[in-house]
């Protein structure tokens, strides 16, 4: 089956420490997208790629990074500089940008 | 950057009702407009979208409708059914110097009473 697979469902992290979050899609989409959601809000983009070894800044960059070394894969790693990470996480890929975004199940972290 | 506003922020209607949710955008570059449901502890999946060279467009129960000139678009949803029941999102997409982003609405919970 084609799809967006998030891992892990669930993530507690301590403070200080840097943690990576997996996004791996085969639907051969070119580009991806991770997003965050917290309650009451709407979803916020944190970074998006449209092709391998490229990728843009979203609105709410500060304290993430991501890579895209593979089509396939898109992994945002959420670093201690990240002021408030505890949140709900989602990756999405599209054929491309302006068509119909394909969402993960996403990764809930806590940092505790 | 775009902005979008989205109303009501929660909804409650009776099963076999009609829903209707309203979003606003700011950026009148914006030509695609799609309309998400999020079940809970899932993320959010496409249910309908429209481009602004179409003014209405419905699938089955579900019809969407795009306002340019007010810059407004709505997600009417009719014979509301109990798995109707999640938080919808409106989003629009907007360009700048070719890329393109999904501006999202903060959402609106809609809840079907039996």
């Known amino acids: 089956d084609g799809g967006i697979t998030q891992s892990p469902k669930y993530l507690f992290r301590k403070e200080g420490q840097n943690v990576t979050l997996s996004c791996e899609q085969n639907?051969?989409?070119?580009?991806m997208y991770w997003y965050r959601q917290d309650p009451g809000q709407g979803l916020r983009l944190i970074y998006y790629s449209q092709i391998v070894n490229d990728f843009q800044k979203g609105d709410i960059a500060e304290g993430y990074s991501v890579s895209r070394e593979k089509k396939e894969s898109f992994p945002l790693t959420v670093t201690s500089a990240q002021k408030n990470p505890t949140a709900f996480y989602l990756c999405?890929?599209?054929?491309?940008?302006?068509?119909?975004?394909?969402f993960g199940q996403g990764t809930r972290l806590t940092v505790v | 950057g775009e902005n979008v506003e989205q109303h009501p922020s929660t909804l409650s209607v009776q099963e076999g009702d009609s829903a209707v949710i309203k979003c606003t955008y700011s950026?009148?570059?914006?030509?695609?407009f799609p309309w998400y449901k999020q079940e809970l502890g899932k993320g959010p999946q496409l249910i309908i979208d429209?481009?602004?060279?179409?003014g209405e467009k419905k699938d089955q129960r579900i019809a969407v409708t795009l306002n340019k000139t007010a810059k407004h678009f709505s997600l009417h949803i009719t014979e509301t059914q109990p798995e109707d029941s999640a938080v919808y999102f409106c989003?629009?997409?907007?360009?700048?110097?070719?890329?393109?982003?999904?501006?999202f609405g903060t959402g609106t919970r809609l809840t079907i009473i039996p």
């Open positions: 639907l051969n989409h070119d580009a």
């Open positions: 989003a629009a997409s907007w360009s700048n110097f070719g890329n393109e982003k999904l501006t």
């Open positions: 950026d009148s570059a914006s030509n695609y």
């Open positions: 999405a890929s599209s054929r491309q940008q302006g068509f119909e975004a394909f």
């Open positions: 429209i481009r602004s060279n179409v």
